[in-house]
């Protein structure tokens, strides 16, 4: 008799296992985040001098605010 009990529980032991397969189970999917690329335009190159100068006028910082064009000249 408990030979059969034994044979029976192995029985349903094996059985479960087929309900268990890994086949059967939900995946796991590996998400990559990417991080977003961004384009930066780079500052145009200007010139030293006042603000309201136009990008191709040259000017010379005189010191407290003023400024001196540079064909201007000094005369000494």
Same mark, same amino acid.
């Given at each position: 008799?408990?030979?059969?009990?034994? %044979?029976?529980?192995?029985?349903? *032991?094996? %059985? *479960?296992?087929?309900?268990?397969?890994a086949a059967s189970k939900r995946k796991r999917k590996k998400v990559r985040h990417i991080a977003p690329i961004t384009v930066v335009p780079a500052p145009h190159a200007r010139t030293p001098?006042?603000?309201?100068?136009?990008?191709?006028?040259?000017?010379?910082?005189?010191?407290?605010?003023?400024?001196?064009?540079c064909g201007a000249g000094m005369d000494m």
């Open positions: 008799m408990l030979r059969i009990i034994v %044979a029976a529980v192995v029985a349903f *032991s094996f %059985a *479960s296992l087929d309900s268990a397969d001098g006042p603000l309201w100068a136009a990008p191709g006028e040259c000017y010379t910082d005189e010191g407290y605010g003023r400024y001196l064009p």
